[in-house]
């Protein structure tokens, strides 16, 4: 072997041996953050009252038996916990005059959130919102209302309108924008307003990403088409000064052993999940999606 051969190789062997040290103090960084997400969850942090914080349901029935589905009884037990611990539940128009003129709230203030626009949030969730006069905001995919069995109707839409309860847009037909041309992304906004001009008279000032797939090319065409708001699927509370077309929620899953400690958990130890949810992210983003799925999330 001759001598550059024998540097070459060197080399690459010094070079990797760089490499480990920061791997190692990345790792422990990581461990840390768990550790540290972890003593907050069970121990100290709560959730600031000042922040915002966005529920997002989907389903609401005695039927369906998977994560998205929680059951009426559930879902009103969530609704009573807010109100004994001193949430207070907010309308759309109060979220989005908070967040971009500094409107005040009261404390512990929550937006209720439903995706989709399935019936049974008619059947079932408008009943226990409206004994509780509590507001919601569904986002409806404008092409299955009226036409999809399991979907609201624009009667019901309209009827839950009228009291309380405000709509916002899931797309045309659920699509996934960032991985759409944006020629069909800006068909599936423009489009779905113009349904709801139709409908209410007026646009749709918010708006969530189906899936949570958008980008800063789709943040521009959802202004573009006269969205006020846009909400995500990433975890965490809304603090003022966030970015109005890139809003974090908190997701509510059903079908789980202790709905009820786990709801609990979501409400109040938002900052301690969003740092373990932040953690899960970066692990995924690095490739270790095996490392990623062992961080605990209630």
Not at 2 to 23: D, E, H, T
Not at 72 to 89: K, Q, R, S, W
Not at 193 to 208: D, I, P, S
Request: net charge negative.
């Amino acid at each position: 072997m001759s001598p550059f051969v024998r540097i070459q190789i060197a080399n690459k062997g010094v070079n990797s041996l760089k490499k480990v040290p920061s791997l190692i103090r990345g790792l422990a960084a990581i461990c840390l953050l768990i550790m540290g997400g972890l003593y907050y969850l069970f121990n100290v942090q709560v959730t600031p009252s000042d922040e915002v914080l966005v529920l997002n349901y989907h389903q609401i029935n005695n039927r369906d038996k998977n994560s998205l589905t929680v059951r009426p009884g559930i879902f009103a037990d969530e609704l009573d916990y807010l109100t004994a611990n001193g949430y207070h539940v907010i309308s759309l128009d109060q979220f989005i005059s908070h967040q971009r003129d500094g409107a005040p709230l009261p404390d512990k203030p929550v937006l209720i959130t439903f995706d989709d626009g399935y019936r049974d949030n008619y059947t079932e969730a408008f009943p226990l919102l409206k004994e509780r006069n509590m507001p919601a905001l569904i986002f409806i995919i404008t092409d299955y209302i009226g036409t999809q069995k399991n979907y609201l109707t624009w009667p019901q839409v309209h009827e839950m309108e009228k009291q309380g309860i405000s709509f916002g847009s899931h797309t045309l037909s659920h699509s996934k924008l960032s991985e759409d041309d944006p020629q069909d992304a800006r068909f599936q906004l423009e489009t779905s307003q113009a349904v709801f001009r139709w409908q209410f008279g007026k646009n749709a000032r918010a708006l969530a990403y189906p899936c949570g797939y958008y980008d800063d090319t789709v943040k521009q065409l959802v202004k573009e088409a006269g969205y006020d708001a846009a909400f995500t699927v990433d975890y965490g509370p809304v603090r003022p000064g966030d970015d109005l077309l890139s809003l974090q929620r908190i997701p509510v899953f059903g079908d789980l052993e202790n709905e009820t400690e786990h709801f609990r958990l979501r409400i109040e130890k938002v900052p301690a999940l969003s740092l373990l949810y932040a953690v899960r992210t970066t692990l995924r983003n690095m490739g270790l999606s095996a490392l990623a799925d062992q961080v605990p999330i209630p």
